[in-house]
């Protein structure tokens, strides 16, 4: 036994004997533990070195090519009640996922080593972070938590001490995708994950835990758990506040968390405390406070550029392990948007042909947090950092604003639960179909929509002083498909209205919808957006609205009595405004 926590020395006693590994390894997160687990990989090929002249550090992956993405119809809450997961999940009997999960465990380890990966989300000596145990058999998800988490023996002794963990059994089994499950049994805390490798089905520690299982804990122990990035943006006085920001996955929350300001906003900066899961808790001055439990990043890797985002392109030169990107003839990695260099092989590692692109669309980078130059130490302070304004969006070629303000916390409820988005290629299915995404969180809520939106606005009673709430569409198109707005670091000029908005220091317009910025109150000098464009971005479209908050209704007809009363009032009452 490695350890005193008698719970844990069970569970691995018990999953050994039911999956058969040939050995048990307890990690201890070490620098030379990582090392021995990429030589491993590099000898038997899971991992190729990539030119460590120039990339040094650096590794690609190359997944099968039926495992790139997260799997939502094979993901499952796994409640008693069926209603409690919500029309928002898909939803099993805890017997019966058990049972088939079980059926698929049976000796699937058989010839190979279980690793233990004792975890901390969050800093470890923070009272906000939770532990888990993430049980395995494949090194790269070991070598891949060991970037993204705090893994080892400072999470083992906080186990010991809390006596409480996340259990998280995982397998790559023979990645047939009709063997493959990922199910969440939120009542027991346990994860069962099989039949694929891909991170956000197989890093535990992310979705599965800091998103699904702690949302259904955050309800019942007073905090949220949500799909947000975390920044800390510096004025020019030196001044720095915070933004917590939900977009769904690959529209732009790892390029806005290290967002570079552009020339003409001198003397501004951005820290980034989070690229991806915020973990949110009313502190005792009524602000909210916000942690990332995570310690890297496993960001979409195509269109990381200079231009798109500086930061990200310098830190992923050393110490990063690549997933399914394409390789140059001279071993470096290649992706679309890679101005350098040109591609020889494509993601699966078969000679350019034809259009098809080196890159998969989902092919991902991981690295440690440290690497990125916006780094702040806030990230790992135990108290996190107090938020100022909470930001949701969406990919929508039509109709959302480029921004808009929320009245007050209950409007921003509203506004959260009606986000709306083009599906993308961080899941497998159709790209580009406009769905509902309720706080960038319908692949992640661990519990029934409905329940969720009721503890948001208990939450924001317990706020005396409440982020103010926004909403931002950096994504509007014209006829002809061209983007209206320039993004990425020009994204900065929209943050900096907000902020003023949360002082009451920036001049904005009353629509039904809520308030938009007034002519010129949104500096665009220097930036490459025309007044008509601008004009465009901000309209607002009544009739459009009209039809957008009746589907908004119809959408909340599907959660019946158990949506909050207070939601349907407010969205009545803008459908009446809209005349
Ligand atoms: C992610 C996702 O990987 O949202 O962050 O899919
Ligand atoms: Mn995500």
């Known amino acids: 036994m490695n350890t005193s926590c008698q719970t844990l020395a069970d569970w691995v006693e018990q999953v050994a004997s039911h999956t058969r590994p040939e050995k048990i390894h307890w990690c201890d997160g070490s620098e030379n533990e990582y090392r021995g687990l990429i030589d491993l990989m590099l000898a038997d090929e899971t991992l190729l070195e990539l030119d460590q002249r120039n990339w040094p550090g650096c590794y690609l992956h190359r997944s099968d090519p039926s495992d790139v993405a997260r799997v939502e119809h094979l993901t499952f809450i796994c409640t008693p009640e069926e209603a409690d997961a919500g029309p928002n999940n898909n939803w099993m009997a805890p017997e019966e996922a ?121 309800r019942y122990e007073g905090w949220l758990a949500e799909h947000m990035l975390i920044l800390g943006l510096q004025d020019p006085t030196g001044r720095i506040r915070y933004i917590a920001a939900a977009f769904p996955s690959q529209c732009g929350k790892t390029n806005l968390a290290m967002l570079v300001p552009p020339a003409e906003l001198d003397g501004w900066r951005v820290w980034t405390v989070g690229d991806d899961i915020a973990w949110l808790h009313p502190g005792d001055d009524g602000r909210l406070y916000a942690i990332n439990p995570e310690a890297g990043f496993f960001g979409v890797v195509p269109g990381t550029a200079p231009d798109t985002n500086l930061n990200a392109y310098e830190m992923i030169r050393r110490d990063t392990i690549f997933t399914n990107v394409g390789v140059t003839a001279d071993n470096e990695p290649w992706w679309e948007g890679r101005a350098e260099n040109k591609p020889a092989l494509d993601w699966k590692g078969q000679p350019m042909s034809g259009d098809s692109p080196a890159a998969h669309p989902n092919s991902r980078f991981t690295v440690s947090a440290r690497q990125n130059k916006g780094y702040t130490p806030l990230m790992d302070d135990p108290r996190g950092v107090p938020i100022s304004a909470i930001v949701f969006g969406g990919r929508r070629r039509e109709l959302a604003p480029l921004v808009y303000q929320a009245r007050d916390w209950e409007h921003g409820v509203l506004v959260g639960a009606s986000v709306a988005s083009e599906t993308t290629a961080a899941a497998a299915g159709q790209v580009g179909v406009v769905r509902r995404d309720p706080m960038a969180m319908k692949p992640f809520c661990g519990y029934n929509f409905a329940d969720y939106w009721g503890h948001w606005l208990e939450t924001g009673k317990r706020l005396s002083s409440p982020p103010e709430v926004f909403h931002v569409n950096w994504f509007r198109r014209d006829e002809s498909g061209r983007f209206l707005w320039p993004g990425f670091g020009e994204n900065l000029r929209v943050l900096s209205w907000i902020l003023d908005r949360c002082e009451n220091g920036a001049d904005a317009v009353d629509t039904p919808i809520g308030m938009t910025p007034a002519a010129g109150a949104l500096n665009t ?54 005349g």
């Not at 006596?163 to 069962?192: A, C, N, W």
Request: glycine share 10%.
């Open 525 to 578: 000098d220097g930036a490459d957006v025309s007044a008509a464009d601008m004009e465009a971005l901000l309209h607002i479209d009544r009739a459009g609205w009209r039809q957008e908050m009746q589907q908004i209704g119809e959408y909340f007809d599907t959660y019946g009595e158990r949506l909050p009363a207070v939601l349907r009032q407010r969205q009545q009452k803008i459908l009446g405004e809209l």
């Open 98 to 218: 058990h049972r088939k999960t079980d059926e698929l465990f049976a000796g699937c380890m058989q010839g190979r080593t279980l690793y233990v990966i004792p975890y901390c989300m969050g800093p470890i000596d923070s009272p906000y972070s939770r532990c888990g145990v993430e049980i395995t058999d494949s090194p790269y998800v070991v070598a891949n938590m060991r970037i993204m988490t705090r893994m080892g023996t400072a999470a083992l002794r906080r186990i010991e001490q809390d006596d409480s963990f996340v259990k998280g059994l995982h397998s790559t089994g023979d990645l047939d995708p009709d063997k493959r499950f990922i199910m969440h049994f939120p009542e027991e805390l346990t994860i069962k994950s099989i039949g694929s490798g891909y991170g956000g089905n197989a890093l535990l520690g992310k979705k599965c835990h800091a998103l699904r299982i702690a949302s259904y804990q955050a």
